[in-house]
């Protein structure tokens, strides 16, 4: 099995920036991608930003230009520096990946507890 921790969530004000991180462990064979995901009250979980092995990248419309995700493949953990924050960037932040553990046959999809970004106007 693999797990997923977030950090660095928090109260920031609007136009600040703040860097979530999130690392995988566990016994690992690859990761596939890892990214982010958030959930707003009242709304859908939506994409914020993927990125997988290769170093592509994937960016919800409203983030793009001003998130930006990265990826350190030794230690397994994906960072989302956020900028140019607005109340609208309010949501919990979930980090999630598609990992092949050495339990499993396939690789499966992993998420990890949430952390909460609140931007203050």
């Known amino acids: 099995q693999a797990q997923l921790v977030e950090s660095g969530g928090g109260l920031v004000q609007a136009g600040g920036s703040l860097r979530l991180s999130c690392s995988a462990s566990?016994?690992?064979?690859?990761?596939?991608?890892m990214g982010w995901y958030r959930q707003a009250p009242g709304k859908q979980r939506e994409l914020v930003a993927r990125?997988?092995?290769?170093?592509?990248?994937v960016y919800g419309d409203s983030v793009k230009g001003r998130f930006t995700v990265s990826r350190d493949n030794a230690s397994n953990t994906v960072y989302l520096q956020m900028n140019s924050l607005n109340a609208e960037d309010t949501a919990v932040y979930y980090c999630?990946?598609?990992?092949?553990?050495?339990?499993?046959?396939?690789?499966?999809?992993?998420w990890g507890q949430g952390t909460q970004v609140t931007v203050s106007s």
């Open positions: 999630n990946a598609n990992i092949f553990a050495w339990s499993r046959s396939v690789p499966a999809t992993y």
């Open positions: 566990g016994r690992i064979r690859s990761i596939n991608s």
């Open positions: 990125i997988i092995t290769g170093g592509g990248t």
